[in-house]
């Protein structure tokens, strides 16, 4: 280990990527090019998976430096690998090896690899620096080419009007978050410059200004992340990339941002007061809420998963704010549970959410449809396919013993030590939010039913999804393993909670007790008397009720059979618009919900009696964040532009007398400056 340190091994794997990228663009239109590329990228995600583990594992308390010759002159490019850079490089570069080895067998379906193949790399090179980067330079230089690379991926079909759309509205979003946290680290490195973490970690937050460098990184952070109200480009730019790529995007570009927002409040930020607490819960609680609701709503596929994205988002800042809530009481062990909760849920969202976005892509390979009302009866047709998504639908409704239970269980734990908190405000707040926690995990599980249901059980609702067949090997492979750890991480958390115990160290300053010496690998958060949770117990459980179940029914009861027409509810028509679709399967959720979250409004055509024309139900929904907020400033932006059009059109002498006036006023601001 000492003579091969794996920040060094870090560095040399995104350099690996990097020429990889650059080897992509002279083989790229080859049809056999997604072989070297997706091969070299499985290969070196491994390598940097497996040492990024070792750190944590071996040497967690350990931390490794290195300055090179680039970035600013006068501090060169600083990196650094700690406890919290390596949980998520291994976050990260699990999910990327993932989508590389589903990328093997999905790329033979794409229309253009020359466009996805150089940038392919080039992004996981990108989130890789970020995470390494230990100076504000460097950090918002690889934030912004992780960014660039990404959007390049989300232009893949440019053609389509939708893409490009969704093109624009993330690079606005991205150039916003970055300038946000150029402005936050421009604060933290003071008048003197200092932009190293090291000097910014000494020197803490200016005095005064701690509120302002929250609210820049919560904005710089919550934009790449989609919290609300900074979600807006996620819905659209997830579902225009490939599907291995929007995987990567959802289920992993979004934990780089994460893993901003601790470095900054919880490294480089110093000590913060409770009160900061409360805004990253409302707003971590409306976002869970208003995801989920969103992903109710829509019909395509990848959109619900998009939606679904930021329902889990809010679900990690929640925990991060109650582990900042009950940092800033002094309540370490509390925040140790929070703070291990958000990161648990940190590597299971990228676990199925990699899961489901790999079987979104299964299906839209198979059936070229995203749209769920042309799908159903896939389960016939798809079967490995669709019990891997199954897997995935379980997991994301946090279901035991799959490992979204595991996390979201920790955050209820830590939610109800809130009477244990001095201030009224948290007292009052914590519960709220945790009833909102409790709904919008109701309302994910309903979602994902919706999900399943319509896409995979049923019958076949166009030719398409009739005719459709399982796809190839390696990527139901690739579906396979990340399930494999979905149940994994399910049955024995324990691991996992000591796995990352040196990460919440390092965050918090303490840890969660070993959990591994619990008898029969159970964890338990606070203490026995109070609550405990037993993975591997409940999964025999139910493999052992299942199969009792399954042996009555085929052994001990009647093994006469008597086959007859499915019950058709009433329905003698046997046509596949008889059957539950999506949007009839959200309607009542829709009718309860829908009127304060989207301004939901119905209108039926009722032809009159003896008019043969059908009935129609028309429903008007509205995205009241994109119309209140951001369809204000687009038309602020044109009105102004229209009314500088003229600056275009001056003579020389006014262009002159402009800067003139420019200049002056610059002087007497300086002059003026304390």
């Known amino acids: 280990m000492s003579a091969l340190p794996p920040l060094d091994v870090m560095l040399w794997c995104v ?46 308390a350990a931390a490794w430096e290195a300055v090179l010759p680039l970035g600013l002159p006068w501090i060169g490019a600083h990196f650094r690998i700690d406890a919290l850079a390596a949980f998520f490089l291994v976050v ?30 080039v992004f996981l090179a990108g989130m890789n620096m970020v995470l390494l980067a230990a100076d504000a330079f460097t950090f918002l230089l690889s934030w912004e080419f992780m960014s660039l690379a990404s959007w390049a991926l989300v232009m893949t079909h440019h053609r389509d009007d939708d893409n490009r759309k969704a093109g624009f509205v993330y690079i606005v979003m991205a150039s916003f978050g970055t300038l946000a946290l150029l402005l936050a680290f421009g604060l ?25 460098v ?32 929007s995987a990567l995007m959802s ?20 000590p913060i007061g409770w009160e900061w607490a409360i805004p990253v819960l409302i707003i971590g609680a409306a976002t869970a809420v208003l995801g989920v609701l969103s992903a109710l709503m829509q019909n395509d596929i990848k959109r619900v998963l998009a939606y679904s994205t ?28 929070a703070m291990t909760a958000a990161l648990f849920h940190v590597l299971n969202h990228s676990l199925f959410k990699n899961l489901l976005f790999f079987g979104a892509g299964a299906v839209l390979s198979a059936t070229g449809e995203r749209a769920m009302e042309k799908l159903g009866g896939l389960l016939n047709r798809m079967p490995v396919t669709g019990l891997l998504f199954l897997v995935g639908s379980v997991a994301i409704s946090a279901l035991p013993p799959l490992n979204g239970f595991a996390s979201e269980w920790l955050m209820f734990q830590a939610i109800l030590l809130s009477p244990e908190l001095p201030q009224w405000a948290l007292k009052l707040l914590v519960p709220a939010v945790g009833a909102l926690l409790a709904l919008a995990a109701a309302l994910a599980a309903a ?40 149940l994994l991480t399910g049955i024995v958390p324990a691991v996992v909670i000591d796995a990352v115990a040196p990460t919440v160290q390092f965050a918090t300053g303490t840890r969660m007790p070993v959990q591994t010496d619990i008898a029969w690998l159970s964890i338990v958060p606070i203490a026995e008397s109070r609550s405990s949770y037993n993975g591997l117990l409940v999964f025999v459980f139910i493999v052992a009720s299942a199969s009792a179940a399954a042996f009555v029914i085929h052994r001990v009861a009647s093994d006469k059979l008597r086959r007859a027409p499915a019950w058709d509810c009433g329905f003698p028509d046997a046509s596949t618009v008889t059957q539950y679709s999506a949007d009839s399967f959200a309607q009542p959720l829709r009718r309860v919900f829908g009127g304060f979250a989207f301004r939901a409004r119905e209108e039926v055509h009722m032809p009159l009696p003896g008019n043969g024309n059908p009935a129609r139900l028309t429903v008007h929904m509205h995205d009241l964040v994109w119309e209140g907020l951001y369809l204000p400033i687009v038309r602020l932006i044109n009105v102004l532009a229209e009314k500088l059009n003229h600056l275009q059109f001056l003579t020389i002498r006014r262009y002159l007398s402009l800067v003139f006036g420019a200049l002056v006023f610059l002087l007497l601001v300086v002059a003026s400056w304390p």
């Open 447 to 486: 979602c994902f039913v919706r999900a399943f249901g319509i896409t995979f059980l049923g019958r076949p609702r166009s030719e398409a999804a009739a005719g459709a067949h399982e796809i190839d090997r390696l990527s139901i492979a690739a579906m396979a393993i990340v399930a494999v750890l979905c």
């Open 310 to 337: 930021i329902e889990n988002i809010g679900l990690i800042f929640v925990a991060l704010g109650l582990a900042m809530a009950f940092q800033g009481n002094g309540m370490q062990a509390a925040a140790a549970l």
């Open 92 to 121: 990260i570069n699990l999910g990327a090896a993932a989508a590389s080895l589903y990328g093997l067998g999905y790329g033979r379906h794409e229309s253009a690899p020359e466009r996805v193949l150089p940038f392919f790399p």
């Open 251 to 270: 289920g992993v570009m979004t934990k780089v941002a994460i893993y901003a927002f601790i470095r900054i409040v919880f490294d480089l930020l110093g």
């Open 214 to 245: 929250l609210a820049l990184a919560l904005l710089g952070t919550g934009s790449k992340a989609g919290l609300v109200p900074l979600h807006v480009w996620l819905p659209l730019a997830h579902p225009a990339a490939p599907s291995h790529v």
């Open 15 to 60: 350099l690996a990527l990097l020429a990889t990228g650059v080897a992509a663009i002279v083989i790229g239109r080859n049809a056999w090019a997604r072989w070297p590329v997706y091969c070299a990228c499985l290969a070196i995600s491994g390598i940097a998976c497996a040492f990024a583990l070792l750190h944590l594992i071996v040497h967690p």
């Open 188 to 212: 933290l490195a003071g008048a003197e410059g200092g932009y190293a973490f090291a000097t910014i970690r000494e020197q803490g937050a200016p005095p005064g200004l701690t509120g302002l």
